[in-house]
């Protein structure tokens, strides 16, 4: 007679598991990503690199929005004047998307200021009345800070649809865990999220 015995896990298995489980965690609360939908305008998170406004881009050239709008002044780079938004206008006119469809902020130098500071651009433009939907991109790790500060800045009716660049530089959902450059932005967000809490600059309500 063949008996089965109940699979034993090692104790080097149990905190592997007990590591995947807290990783996977991390990942879940951090990374938020949507299905690109129509939106009144495509929000873009000013960054050090351009990826962050690819998929706000991609939305103005499949018809999806007919506005794009950059925040942020970043850190002007030595021999560089330009801000951060404006380097990304300049890249998204480069890819096909007008001038006068792409409206910037470039004071604003972290999360907190790029909603803040765009609340009167937004008003004065179009309306916040007249706003439904509104898409929001910047880094993975990155969304769950942005989605969160909107909530606090922007009007609480918005819906907010999540979309985090998709570049092989910025560390993704899948694999962040993996680099060390992945982890310390990752860890880093972490405790940012937790500041933004704690100072009332972030809605958790």
Known sequence: MQINLPFVFSAKQKKNLKLRKTRDAITKFLFIKDSPT????????????LSSIEPAIEL?????????????????????VLTEAELFKNYAISRGVPDSRILIETRSTNTRENFEFTYDLIESQFGWKN???VSI???????????MTA????????????????????????????????????????????????SGDLSII
């Not at 910047?138 to 942005?146: E, I, S, T």
Request: hydrophobic share 35%; aromatic share 12%; glycine share 10%.
């Open 137 to 147: 991109s910047g880094k993975p790790f990155h969304m769950r800070r942005a989605f």
């Open 60 to 80: 103005y050239l499949c018809n999806k929005t007919k506005w794009i709008v950059v925040s942020g002044h970043g850190p002007v780079l030595q021999g560089n």
């Open 151 to 198: 909530c606090t800045y922007w009007p609480s009716d918005l819906m907010l649809t999540m979309l985090p660049s998709d570049h092989p530089d910025d560390p993704p959902a899948k694999t962040w865990w993996q680099t060390e450059g992945g982890r310390r932005l990752v860890l880093r967000e972490l405790e940012a999220v937790g500041e933004y809490t704690l």
């Open 38 to 49: 129509k939106v009144d305008f495509a929000f873009v998170l000013g960054s050090p690199t």
């Open 131 to 133: 706003i439904g939907k």
